[in-house]
C-alpha cells in the first residue's frame, strides 16, 4: 500500500516539474524571407497635414504617423503608440517632438525615442506598469505627388508566416489534402 501511495505522489509531483521546450511549429508556417528596405508610397502630398501635426498612412503593409513640425520638415514613425497602441497620428507636433494623444507620451520626431513617459494622470497610473519603450522611425522623402517611406516590405509577410493561411477544409487542414 505504501508503495501505491509513494508512486502516485510521485506521478503527481513529475506533472508538474519542468519539461524542455516543444516546438510550436507545423508544417503550414511559410518560409520566411530576408529584409528588403524599399520606398513605398504612404500618402499623397496632397493629404500632408498643417504644420504641427500629423496624420496616418500604409506603406508596405504597417501603419505609419507621418508628422509635419512647425518649420515644415516632414517626418515618418509607427502610429502605434507604446503602451496601449493607440495612433500617434492623433497626437500634436511640437518642438521636436510629437505627444501621445492620450496619455501625454513624447517621442522624438528623428529618433523616436521617448522625451517625456506618460506625464498625464491616467498616463502615470498605466504608465507606471511598463518600461518606457520609444516607436520606430523610417527614412521618408517626397517624389512627385506623392510622400514615399522606406519599409521592410517583408515585414509583414514574415510576421504572417508564424499563422494559419487559407480556408480549412472538411478535415481541418487549409493545403486541401487528404491524410
Known amino acids: 500500500m505504501k508503495l501505491a501511495v509513494i508512486a502516485t505522489l510521485a506521478?503527481?509531483?513529475?506533472?508538474?516539474?519542468?519539461?524542455a521546450q516543444v516546438s510550436?511549429?507545423?508544417?503550414?508556417?511559410?518560409?520566411?524571407?530576408?529584409?528588403?528596405?524599399?520606398?513605398?508610397?504612404?500618402?499623397s502630398t496632397d493629404d500632408l497635414p498643417a504644420p504641427g501635426?500629423?496624420?496616418s498612412g500604409v506603406?508596405?503593409?504597417?501603419?505609419?504617423?507621418?508628422?509635419?513640425?512647425?518649420?515644415?520638415?516632414?517626418?515618418?514613425?509607427?502610429?502605434k503608440c507604446p503602451p496601449v497602441n493607440q495612433p500617434?497620428?492623433?497626437?500634436?507636433?511640437?518642438?521636436?517632438?510629437?505627444s501621445d494623444p492620450v496619455l501625454g507620451t513624447e517621442f522624438d520626431l528623428k529618433t523616436g525615442d521617448v522625451v517625456k513617459?506618460?506625464?498625464?494622470?491616467?498616463?502615470?497610473?498605466?504608465?507606471g506598469i511598463f518600461d518606457?519603450?520609444?516607436?520606430?522611425?523610417?527614412?521618408?522623402?517626397?517624389?512627385?505627388?506623392?510622400?514615399?517611406?522606406?519599409?521592410?516590405?517583408?515585414y509583414k509577410a514574415n510576421f504572417e508566416a508564424d499563422y494559419w493561411s487559407g480556408i480549412l477544409d472538411a478535415q481541418g487542414k487549409s493545403n486541401g489534402k487528404y491524410y
Open 59 to 79: 506603406a508596405g503593409g504597417l501603419a505609419i504617423c507621418i508628422a509635419v513640425d512647425e518649420k515644415g520638415s516632414v517626418y515618418a514613425l509607427g502610429d
Open 88 to 98: 500617434l497620428s492623433f497626437g500634436k507636433v511640437k518642438g521636436g517632438t510629437i
Open 24 to 43: 510550436r511549429s507545423s508544417a503550414l508556417n511559410a518560409a520566411k524571407a530576408p529584409p528588403k528596405l524599399q520606398y513605398v508610397p504612404c500618402i
Open 117 to 127: 513617459w506618460c506625464p498625464s494622470g491616467l498616463g502615470k497610473l498605466i504608465g
Open 132 to 154: 518606457p519603450v520609444g516607436v520606430p522611425v523610417y527614412p521618408v522623402q517626397a517624389k512627385g505627388k506623392t510622400v514615399n517611406v522606406q519599409v521592410d516590405v517583408n
Open 11 to 19: 506521478a503527481g509531483a513529475s506533472a508538474f516539474a519542468p519539461t
Open 53 to 55: 501635426s500629423a496624420t
